[in-house]
């Protein structure tokens, strides 16, 4: 049997270990580098009848310590089995060209998410992607969700899906 006195002793131990692991924690709490956010508008547009033209307005939020520096943003459709098919996404100045030549895409509410964009520690961004989906737009409207997926630049991939009923 072990005595009282080895048993309090035990007891203070594990506490002050599970005490130390806590801090830890805690202060590692903001150390890693990853973002989350929301896709905030949709818009479609056909460019023929098996092709659509995509643009996902999102907001980007870093909870970390460190910056959140881009490398590569895709958007990506995922139908009602779960299967997905990654967009081809255009560049900032083809962007702007096609919003001039595709009224029916409305505004340009945001600058596009490119290469070596930040975003500051527990800051936020509003940024876009524009994307072709050889996929006639009926079957993009009939979408499971859109997801903005983004690459950061030490490999970390993040994904920001559709929350459908907003």
């Given at each position: 049997m072990l005595?009282?006195?080895?048993?309090?002793?035990?007891?203070?131990?594990?506490?002050?270990?599970?005490?130390?692991?806590?801090?830890?924690?805690?202060?590692?709490?903001?150390?890693?580098?990853g973002v989350d956010g929301e896709i905030l508008k949709i818009r479609t547009t056909?460019?023929?009848?098996?092709?659509?033209?995509?643009?996902?307005d999102f907001r980007v939020k870093n909870p970390s310590d460190y910056p959140f520096v881009a490398r590569n943003v895709t958007a990506i459709y995922e139908d009602s089995s779960g299967a997905?098919?990654?967009?081809?996404?255009?560049?900032?100045?083809d962007a702007r060209h096609i919003f001039e030549v595709m009224p029916t895409l409305g505004q340009k509410y945001n600058q596009t998410m490119i290469e070596?964009?930040?975003v500051s520690p527990h800051g936020q961004l509003d940024r876009m992607v524009m994307a072709r989906f050889d996929l006639p737009?009926?079957?993009?409207?009939?979408?499971?969700?859109?997801?903005?997926?983004?690459?950061?630049?030490?490999?970390?991939?993040?994904?920001?899906?559709e929350k459908k009923g907003k």
């Amino acid at each position: 049997m072990l005595s009282k006195n080895f048993l309090i002793a035990l007891g203070i131990g594990l506490v002050c270990i599970v005490i130390a692991v806590c801090g830890v924690l805690f202060m590692q709490r903001g150390a890693h580098v990853g973002v989350d956010g929301e896709i905030l508008k949709i818009r479609t547009t056909p460019i023929d009848e098996n092709s659509t033209m995509v643009v996902l307005d999102f907001r980007v939020k870093n909870p970390s310590d460190y910056p959140f520096v881009a490398r590569n943003v895709t958007a990506i459709y995922e139908d009602s089995s779960g299967a997905r098919t990654e967009g081809l996404t255009a560049p900032e100045i083809d962007a702007r060209h096609i919003f001039e030549v595709m009224p029916t895409l409305g505004q340009k509410y945001n600058q596009t998410m490119i290469e070596r964009d930040k975003v500051s520690p527990h800051g936020q961004l509003d940024r876009m992607v524009m994307a072709r989906f050889d996929l006639p737009e009926s079957k993009l409207q009939a979408r499971k969700q859109f997801i903005v997926r983004i690459e950061e630049i030490d490999g970390g991939m993040f994904e920001i899906p559709e929350k459908k009923g907003k």
